[in-house]
């Protein structure tokens, strides 16, 4: 055992292959033979990466009993490191008292605000976990190594060093990291994510240790085919794609952000996405499910607003200057729609986030007095249907039937998006529910082996 580097602890285990009961020595992520008396097998010792939403750690109560969760899983012998949320609707309660002394508060400030409540999240879970015999320490993002670039509010995080963290599990203690924040080593200032960015956080370190998977727990069961708040015969699934959930997660579906979905297929990280008040399993999100499903889910999404620029010349280069100043703005676009040119002019639809609207508004029509366009109009009340599977791109008809759904509901497509596994149409917002149960009910996912026609 003298080849081993780092510490080294006595542990007694149930050997879950051979199912018997072995002594020996062991190493967090390490694979080697272990002895006791003529019992030989292999011990393989992981780290745990879990993540718990606000509503899981909502109050002290629930606190605590994420604390006994945690401790059940080092009885197993198993290292743990949990990224935490804010408790409850603390956030969006220090937004509320930015508000009210701030018009229009200094993004620095607002990190520096927001990022207190993962750090008491952190700092009770630890307590809980100490006073559970359970020996544990908390991090900040930054004290974590999570390292971000400079954007203040929807960083993206660059860099996990993860040192401390190493060296604490090195150290036989579980590791509570804050989620949603990390520093800039060139600013040495505090950074947010933006909202979900616990979810990247927990994945990202996921990834930096080596973990075998990512485990995000949260108040519902796991991904479905529909927000069941809206289909109450939506279905959960037992695995979904990276390359799906990136686009339900795109298309609105809040379980899980996208970069964290990202970071699990960059990364070759599995995610097990389940409920905190139960130990039944979730969904998991993967490289290939068991299963390809044709039509996997339905997602919706109410924050976005339609920008349209109405008679743009139509030649080289109009194009480019629209959505050249909207970048430099660093304004995110979804959905573009050009229409058929008539007289040497065209309209040009464009959506982005509706938080972003009046900035999107205001660069369109600078523009459009600088191209010659007639005029630009705004719309906020739409929302967004995507229909999603990895098995559209090969059954052909899957469009044709979407769109006759919403043509047989009596709801009216504005825009229409798609890529090789997704169908987004922009409808009006008071028409986004009876949209999502009208493709839920023409298709009823997930679809794995039904053949879809027209």
């Known amino acids: 055992m003298s080849n081993l580097e780092g510490v080294v602890r006595r542990q007694w285990r149930t050997d879950r292959t051979c199912g018997v009961v072995s002594g020996g020595f062991w190493r967090s992520g390490r694979v080697f033979r272990i002895w006791w008396q003529t019992v ?47 408790m409850g609707k603390t956030t969006d309660e220090f937004l509320a008292l930015a508000a009210e002394v701030s018009d229009d508060p200094l993004p620095r400030e607002m990190d520096m605000l927001l990022t207190a409540g993962e750090r008491i999240t952190m700092a009770l879970l630890a307590m809980a976990l100490n006073d ?42 579980a590791v509570i990291v804050a989620g949603f924040q990390g520093v800039d080593p060139e600013s040495k200032e505090v950074t947010t994510l933006g909202r979900g960015g616990s979810d990247a956080t927990a994945v990202a370190l996921a990834a930096a240790l080596e973990a075998d998977a990512c485990e995000i727990y949260t108040d519902v069961d796991g991904v479905f085919t529909a927000d069941p708040r809206i289909v109450p015969a939506a279905r959960k699934l037992d695995e979904v794609s990276f390359d799906e959930m990136l686009e339900l997660s795109a298309g609105g579906a809040g379980v899980l952000m996208s970069r964290s979905v990202e970071f699990g297929r960059r990364f070759h990280i599995p995610i097990h996405v389940r409920s905190s008040f139960h130990d039944a399993p979730g969904t998991w999100v993967k490289e290939t499910p068991m299963e390809q499903a044709i039509i996997s889910g339905i997602a919706h999404d109410r924050s976005e607003a339609k920008v349209t620029v109405n008679g743009v010349p139509d030649q080289p280069g109009i194009a480019a200057a629209v959505f ?100 987004s149409c922009v409808v009006k917002a008071d028409q986004v529910e009876a949209a999502v149960n009208a493709l839920h009910d023409a298709f009823d996912p997930p679809v794995i082996s039904e053949e879809v026609g027209a």
């Open 324 to 423: 050249g100043e909207l970048a430099d703005a660093g304004l995110n676009v979804d959905m573009i729609v050009q229409n058929v040119s008539h007289d040497g002019t065209t309209d040009i639809s464009f959506t982005v986030p509706r938080a972003n609207v009046s900035e999107a508004e205001t660069i369109s029509k600078q523009v459009a007095d600088e191209i010659g366009a007639r005029s630009v109009d705004v719309d906020t009340e739409i929302g967004k249907v995507s229909l999603v599977g990895a098995g559209m791109k090969s059954h052909p008809g899957v469009a044709a039937r979407t769109f006759k759904a919403l043509s047989d509901a009596g709801i009216n497509i504005e825009m229409i998006s798609t890529s090789t596994i997704r169908i």
């Open 40 to 86: 030989q097998t292999d011990a393989v010792m992981s780290i745990v990466v879990q993540k718990y939403g606000g509503t899981s750690v909502a109050d002290p109560d629930r606190i605590k009993a994420v604390a006994d969760r945690i401790r059940t899983v080092r009885d197993q012998g198993d290292d743990v490191v949990v990224v935490v949320s804010a």
């Open 132 to 173: 559970r015999g359970v020996p544990a320490v908390s991090y900040t993002g930054s004290q974590a190594g999570i390292l971000t670039d400079s954007s203040h509010g929807e960083a993206r995080i660059t860099r996990i060093t993860g040192e401390r963290v190493k060296e604490s599990l090195a150290d036989g203690k």
